[in-house]
């Protein structure tokens, strides 16, 4: 452990709850690699407390600190500059502090695409297949936009909330890209698309022996397919690997956390920052 001095800058993560976050793990091995005099350090914030939180953090001088459960949205109106990642989620996961006032962003959409770029396949002609209508879904939309996808196709179980989930994007540049399918068409979207991501949380540890697409479904699944899985407890989740199965390429959701971490500390630090060193934090975090 670094000691704590009275120059000490001070980062973070706000949540209710917080005790379990894997980022102080894997921001603080980062640090400590570049020999910064910075700490960054889990805040429990209830959501009444949230504005006289942040109040706090910008009286005592705090750098910028990540968002999580249940403050993601809420944040937003409390934010002087609300960067278009975060507009077009309709969340921020980042935050930090310029120009007297708090700037925010998503950098889950950056997590999220960071191994797919990687593969530096030609996305022009793909159309995802999203399960799940929920906040990391509207992340996986912004990337799947970003990466050039013509369409992107999300699948709920829920008509009304997969509607307003449609009609959400109504005022974005977002609008004609998303298309909403119901779980019963679930199988014809499976054969036909190249890219099957899962946004559900189900499959989450304890629940392994779950999948959100039954087997005989994921049977249909391109062998070329790359099936996608946000989660990344277990590693790999029963879906990744019935997709394995099938053929078809895996990520699981390790790297996202990987990458929209380093995306923040980068922001917070204006520096290069050692990926690498914060994936095996967090990969030591996991395995613990
Ligand atoms: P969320 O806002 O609660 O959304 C969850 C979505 O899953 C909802 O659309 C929900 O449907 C759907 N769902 C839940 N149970 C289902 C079931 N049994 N069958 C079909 N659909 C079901 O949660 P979230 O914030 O989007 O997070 C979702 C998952 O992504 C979690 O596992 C989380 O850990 C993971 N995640 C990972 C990263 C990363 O960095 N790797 C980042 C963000 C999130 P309804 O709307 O019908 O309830």
Same mark, same amino acid.
């Given at each position: 452990?670094?000691?704590?001095?009275?120059?000490?800058?001070?980062?973070?993560?706000?949540?209710? %709850?917080?005790? /379990?976050?894997?980022?102080?793990?894997? +921001?603080?091995?980062? *640090?400590? /690699?570049?020999?910064?005099? !910075?700490? !960054?350090v889990p805040?429990?914030?209830?959501?009444?407390?949230?504005? =006289?939180? @942040?109040?706090?953090?910008?009286?005592?001088?705090?750098?910028?600190?990540?968002?999580?459960? %249940? +403050?993601?949205?809420?944040?937003?109106?409390?934010?002087?500059? $609300?960067?278009?990642?975060?507009?077009?989620?309709?969340?921020?996961?980042?935050?930090? !502090?310029?120009?007297?006032?708090?700037?925010?962003?998503?950098?889950?959409?950056?997590?999220?695409?960071?191994?797919?770029?990687?593969?530096?396949?030609?996305?022009? &002609?793909?159309?995802?297949?999203?399960?799940?209508?929920?906040?990391?879904?509207?992340?996986?939309?912004?990337?799947?936009?970003?990466?050039?996808?013509?369409?992107?196709?999300?699948?709920?179980?829920?008509?009304? =909330?997969?509607?307003?989930?449609?009609?959400?994007?109504?005022?974005?540049?977002? /609008?004609?890209?998303?298309? $909403?399918?119901?779980?019963?068409? *679930?199988?014809?979207?499976?054969?036909?698309?190249?890219? *099957?991501?899962?946004?559900?949380?189900?499959?989450?540890?304890? +629940?392994?022996?779950?999948?959100?697409?039954?087997?005989?479904?994921?049977?249909?699944?391109?062998?070329?397919?790359? #099936?996608?899985?946000? @989660? !990344?407890? %277990?590693? %790999?989740?029963l879906f990744?690997?019935? #997709?394995?199965?099938?053929?078809?390429?895996? @990520?699981?959701?390790?790297?996202?956390?990987?990458?929209?971490?380093?995306? #923040?500390?980068?922001?917070?630090?204006? &520096?290069p920052v050692?990926?690498?060193?914060? =994936?095996?934090?967090?990969?030591?975090?996991?395995?613990?």
């Amino acid at each position: 452990m670094r000691s704590i001095q009275g120059t000490t800058k001070l980062l973070g993560v706000i949540g209710a %709850p917080v005790e /379990h976050s894997l980022s102080p793990a894997m +921001h603080n091995a980062a *640090l400590a /690699h570049l020999g910064l005099d !910075y700490v !960054y350090v889990p805040f429990p914030v209830r959501p009444v407390d949230l504005e =006289r939180a @942040i109040a706090g953090f910008e009286a005592v001088g705090v750098v910028g600190f990540s968002i999580t459960i %249940p +403050h993601k949205q809420a944040i937003l109106p409390l934010l002087s500059q $609300v960067w278009p990642a975060a507009q077009l989620v309709g969340a921020a996961n980042t935050v930090w !502090y310029n120009d007297g006032g708090w700037s925010g962003t998503n950098t889950d959409v950056e997590g999220f695409i960071a191994p797919l770029k990687a593969l530096q396949r030609d996305w022009s &002609q793909v159309v995802p297949v999203v399960l799940g209508n929920g906040g990391a879904a509207r992340a996986v939309v912004v990337g799947c936009a970003e990466l050039g996808c013509p369409e992107v196709c999300v699948v709920g179980r829920d008509r009304d =909330r997969l509607d307003k989930f449609k009609q959400s994007w109504r005022d974005t540049p977002l /609008h004609g890209l998303v298309s $909403v399918r119901s779980w019963d068409e *679930l199988s014809g979207l499976v054969s036909a698309t190249d890219l *099957l991501v899962n946004t559900t949380p189900v499959g989450m540890f304890p +629940h392994v022996s779950q999948s959100p697409v039954e087997e005989s479904v994921l049977e249909g699944l391109k062998a070329d397919a790359i #099936a996608y899985d946000l @989660i !990344y407890t %277990p590693r %790999p989740t029963l879906f990744l690997k019935l #997709a394995q199965q099938r053929g078809a390429m895996i @990520i699981d959701g390790t790297e996202m956390l990987v990458q929209q971490g380093a995306a #923040a500390l980068q922001i917070w630090l204006q &520096q290069p920052v050692p990926v690498d060193v914060m =994936r095996q934090a967090l990969l030591e975090k996991l395995a613990a």
